[in-house]
């Protein structure tokens, strides 16, 4: 069956503007998380959904930073007046919603901030 | 809050070397240990994971962790690695049970020589 899939692959962006990221999960995964990959740091938590809310926002960075998962399926990360150091690989996955179910990564939306 | 340490950041070896790549966490409680793995151009996905029962974890492709408890680490291993196990491998932890993130290291790149 089909994975999870990410929009855009690709994005630039000039410093300054808005983004929208997009995450489409596996179909009947109910839980679904955001990660950021940047170079030599590993993949940082940022938020993750159980159904349509979302009981762990710590790692978003900063108030630019917000998400929303409606009808229990897609989700959208919103990165408003973008800066340079918001520059990096966005990665979302999806799982039957318990830790111990495996995390499902889609291939990511590498962000540039020029 | 809980960490992951992944000491080597880049190991080269040749085909048939033994592998061992280190892992080790900060939490005192009960954590949950997974392995991960990223092929170039490809997605991230589970090589094994470990959450109670026999310390030593077998996953896929000959690759094996063991939990020390008393060392907090998960260590992976592989007897005789090919060069298809160039990739990048990443430890996680959940330790914060109802709470569904994973903390990752920063990463291991492995480059197998033919």
């Known amino acids: 069956g089909a994975g999870v899939s990410q929009s855009p692959s690709n994005k630039v962006t000039e410093k300054g503007k808005d983004v929208e990221l997009r995450c489409d999960p596996i179909s009947g995964h109910t839980a679904l998380y955001w990660y950021r990959q940047s170079l030599g740091q590993g993949l940082e938590f940022l938020i993750y959904f159980q159904g349509n809310s979302a009981p762990d926002k710590s790692g978003l960075p900063s108030d630019r930073f917000s998400a929303e998962r409606t009808g229990g399926s897609v989700s959208t990360l919103t990165i408003q007046r973008t800066q340079q150091e918001d520059s990096a690989v966005y990665l979302c996955a999806s799982s039957l919603g318990q830790v111990s179910y495996e995390q499902y990564f889609g291939p990511g939306t590498r962000l540039t901030v020029t | 809050a809980q960490s992951v340490s992944q000491h080597n950041h880049h190991v080269i070896l040749s085909e048939a070397a033994s592998l061992e790549l280190g892992c080790n966490y900060s939490?005192?409680?009960?954590?949950?240990l997974f392995w991960y793995v990223q092929y170039p151009g490809q997605h991230l996905q589970l090589l094994l994971k470990y959450f109670s029962g026999d310390p030593l974890v077998k996953g896929i492709k000959g690759f094996e962790a063991e939990f020390i408890k008393s060392k907090f680490s998960f260590n992976l291993r592989k007897p005789s690695v090919q060069w298809s196990d160039t990739a990048e491998y990443f430890c996680?932890?959940?330790?914060?049970?109802?709470?569904?993130?994973?903390?990752f290291g920063t990463g291991t790149r492995l480059t197998i020589i033919p």
């Open positions: 939490y005192g409680g009960t954590v949950n």
């Open positions: 996680a932890v959940n330790a914060d049970f109802g709470n569904e993130k994973l903390t």
